[in-house]
Structures are given as C-alpha cells and as structure tokens.
C-alpha cells in the first residue's frame, strides 16, 4: 500500500500517531484538542519544567485547565517529552514553535529551522509535517520541503506537506481552538486531502485554500489589518486632540453605522505576540520582491510613537498642576497588553514605564494580573498593592490597561489627575480625569472650570 493510503487509512481509523512541537499557548490547547479527538499524541518540548509540569497534570497556559491536562494523562494517549527521536515513530506532526523578530526587527525563524533539522534527523516515510507558526510567505516551501526534499523524500508521495495558521487568541471564550475555522494549504493535492482529513477531525470547520502561501498570506492579511486599522485610528486621535474634538464620541457615533464600518480604538500603543510582530514578516519579505509595503511600515511607526503621545499628554496634564513629570510620582493602572490578561508581552506599559523612569519620574505599577516583570536594567519591578490611601498620593495616575476588575468610580473620585489612554472611565464625569485623543485643557482654562 502506497504511504498516501496507508496514512489516509490510519487518520480515518485514529491509529495514527500524533506529535505537536512546541506546547505554548497554540501548541498545548491544539494537543489537548488531538487527545479528545482520539488520537495518540506525543507532544514535544524542549522546556523540561513544562513537560515536568504536564506529566504531573498541571497547565501552565491560563486557556488549559489542570483537569483537563489530568484527562488527558487519563487516556493513556498522551505522551509530554523533550526527546525529538519520537519523531521516528510519528505519522503526523503539527509545528507550533515561536516566529519573533530578531534585534533588528527582521524575522527570527530559527526555531522552525530547529525543529527542521530534527525532522531531518528522525525523519519516516510518510511523515505529514504541518507549519502552524505565522509566517511569511513561502516560509513552508523554502524552510520545510526544500530541507527534506534534499535528503532524497519527495513532497507528496514520501512525505507530506502543509501549512496551516494558528487563531488562538489567548483568553476568548467563544472562538477557542474547535471553534475557530482552521485554513489549510497543501503543497501537493494529496498533503491538502490528508491534511484536511486529519484537522477535520480536530477542528469544526477547515478552510483548503490553492497553496502553503495563500494560507501562509491570509494570516499576515489578518494581522496586518488590525495593525493598520489600530494605527489609523492612533493617527485620528491625535488628529482629534489638535482639533479639540473628543475621538472617543466620534467613534462611537460613527460605530452606529451598521454596514461599512469597524471600530478600532485608540491606546497607549500595541503589544502582544501577532500584531507588533507580523506585519513585520510580510514587509521584510516585501522587499526581496522590491516592493516596500508603505502600509505596515506607516502603520508600524504610529503604533510605536503612542507610548511618546502619552507621555505628552500626561506632562501636558501635570502642566495644568504647576507640576512636570521630573520628580512627579507617577502610577500606571495596568500592565498587561490587553484586558483581563497577565501577558506583558510587547506592552507598551513597559515602554512607559521606561520613558516615564528616564523623565525622572518615581513610577510605580499597579496590575492584579501581572504581578512583575524586568525592567530594562535587569531589575525586577513588582506591582504596588491595591491601597486607596497610598493611591492618593501620586501626582497623575495613567489608565494604560482597562481591566474589568478595576473599581473605576472608586479611582477617578481619589482625585488624583488621570490620565485615560483606553476611554476605560466612559461616563464617570470627574475633572481629574483627562482623555487621549480628546482636548486637554490649558491651565487658563482648567482655572475657570475649577472657578
Ligand atoms: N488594540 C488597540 N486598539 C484596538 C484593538 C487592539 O490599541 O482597537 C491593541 C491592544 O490593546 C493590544 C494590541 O492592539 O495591545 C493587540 O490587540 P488584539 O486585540 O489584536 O489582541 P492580540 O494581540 O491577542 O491578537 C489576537 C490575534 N489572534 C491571532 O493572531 C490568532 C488577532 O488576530 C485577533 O484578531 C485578536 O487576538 C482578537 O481579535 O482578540
């Protein structure tokens, strides 16, 4: 029997054997996905406190519940291991490993490139290889087939080949791994067929599309427009703020359109793991084809600048208190890169924090979700408790993450100047409170609404 029905005749059956490389917040809720579909499961992973933490039914991914870790070891179906010579014995593998940027902002695809080189290493007729990692175009081709095709496999009748994105969007409720529609690109028919046949028994619903490519292209066209989208809306607002017009009411209002619009809001700047990170992928890859996405590097440097425009804003505020930012006791409301999140990845709360620190502020940090993190020296920054009386005595406090918990009545009527970058204060009408993208009053004219 030829690989493509032997491997075919194993997915329909679930007797295949399943690896997922990288268990992070795409690669363990995807391999706990595999494990209640039937399938055996080997997930690898480099990290030995998660493997460690795995085996002993413990989730380190806030998605993943420990009961559901715990099940799964139940099965018996499920295997964690740092040891990639499992490979040997695997008919599919799902890759799910990190695509930062390096230094210089340029993609970093080493570790898709790692794991390849284990694949080479362990590599078994038949394999079905799938990339999940967003990427640029052509990453599969070049990376994947080219590497193992020299090892004499050809793509499509020794091994298999496909690319299809992740959607995980850490923290949501309804759209989760089952539910997302997962696109899949082959790069031959066959990988396309075998591909879907397997994610069709993991997910709700598969898109196929044409190539690797155009599924490799549709996940950086995602992410792109909402880069491009946030940092329109970024432009707006201080468009707005000159004009002395309040962006937050023209979006609202404009939102009441019902076709031909999507809301976007203004905000400290970007953080998180896809929309900093992949415009940046299809940009570099761009300009090898000559051509300069003025888009995503416009957008790009909006988004950057938003940490300045805050803190211009909050000295523009301290100005109407006779006060500077030099020796003013600042406090940030929110660390994490989006609401009800501990993940500070990319936030611009960090850069804040920095920019607000080399002003010569005293700038402390307030998140109950994300208890510390290392500044830019290599020192350990801790959030300060939850204390009303102790919160009175900052010159301005700067609301730069709009968790739900927040008690935001209790914090506008401290008094204390407020600084809002996510309109998180919407109809608590305090004088203390000043929005971006919205008119900051000059000290004249603070005076006579004071008066
Ligand atoms: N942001 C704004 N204004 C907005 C929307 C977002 O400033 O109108 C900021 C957020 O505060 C955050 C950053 O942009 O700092 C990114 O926010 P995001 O809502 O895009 O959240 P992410 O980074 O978790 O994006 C993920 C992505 N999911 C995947 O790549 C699989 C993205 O495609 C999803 O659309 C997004 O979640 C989502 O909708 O929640």
Redo the contacts with the bound molecule.
């Keep these: 029997m030829d690989r493509y029905r032997e491997l075919k005749q194993k997915i329909q059956q679930k007797t295949a054997k399943i690896g997922v490389v990288g268990l992070g917040y795409v690669g363990l809720p995807l391999t706990m996905e595999v494990v209640k579909s039937g399938y055996t499961v080997v997930g690898i992973d480099l990290d030995f406190d998660k493997i460690e933490k795995l085996k002993a039914g413990i989730s380190y991914i806030q998605d993943v519940a420990d009961q559901v870790v715990q099940e799964c070891n139940a099965t018996n179906r499920f295997l964690p291991t740092r040891d990639y010579r499992v490979i040997e014995e695997l008919d599919a593998l799902l890759i799910c490993v990190p695509t930062p940027l390096n230094e210089n902002q340029d993609p970093d695809t080493s570790y898709i490139t790692a794991v390849v080189q284990q694949i080479k290493r362990y590599m078994k007729q038949g394999l079905l290889i799938s990339l999940e990692s967003?990427t640029y175009p052509g990453t599969t081709e070049e990376l994947i087939q080219r590497e193992i095709e020299k090892l004499g496999y050809q793509v499509g009748t020794d091994f298999f080949l496909c690319y299809s994105?992740?959607?995980?969007?850490?923290?949501?409720r309804s759209f989760t791994t089952y539910n997302t529609p997962k696109i899949i690109g082959g790069t031959t028919e066959k990988c396309l067929e075998l591909g879907s046949l397997l994610y069709g028994n993991l997910v709700q619903t598969v898109i196929p599309v044409s190539s690797p490519k155009v599924a490799e292209m549709a996940?950086l066209l995602?992410?792109t427009f909402?880069?491009v989208?946030?940092a329109f809306?970024?432009e707006m607002a201080l468009l707005c703020d000159k004009m002395g017009i309040d962006i937050w009411e023209v979006i609202k209002s404009a939102a009441t359109k019902p076709f031909g619009f999507m809301?976007?809001?203004?905000?400290?700047?970007?953080?998180?793991?896809?929309?900093?990170l992949?415009p940046m992928y299809l940009s570099w890859k761009a300009k090898g084809f000559r051509f300069r996405s003025q888009f995503i590097e416009i957008a790009q440097s909006i988004?950057v600048s938003m940490p300045d425009y805050v803190l211009n804003t909050t000295a523009r505020v301290l100005n109407i208190y006779a006060k500077s930012i030099n020796n003013s006791k600042i406090l940030l409301l929110g660390m994490a890169?989006?609401?009800d999140i501990d993940?500070l990845r990319?936030?611009?709360g960090l850069e804040l924090y920095e920019l607000f620190k080399r002003s010569g502020a005293v700038v402390d940090y307030y998140d109950p979700y994300a208890q510390s993190f290392v500044n830019k020296q290599g020192h350990v920054v801790r959030s300060i408790s939850y204390d009303v009386e102790k919160m009175k005595r900052y010159d301005c406090m700067v609301l730069i993450?709009n968790h739900r918990c927040f008690n935001y009545r209790e914090l506008a009527e401290l008094g204390v100047a407020i600084v809002d970058t996510?309109n998180a204060f919407d109809g608590i009408k305090c004088p203390n409170i000043y929005k971006i993208g919205s008119p900051i009053p000059t000290p004249e004219v603070k005076e006579s609404q004071l008066a």
Excluded: L, M, Q, W
């Excluded at 994105?165 to 949501?172: F, Q, T, W």
């Excluded at 809301?263 to 900093?276: L, T, V």
């Design positions: 967003t994105p992740e959607r995980v969007d850490p923290g949501n996940k995602e992410n909402r880069s989208n946030i809306v970024n809301p976007f809001y203004p905000g400290p700047g970007i953080g998180g793991h896809c929309i900093p992949d988004n890169y989006k609401p993940d990319e936030s611009p993450t996510r």
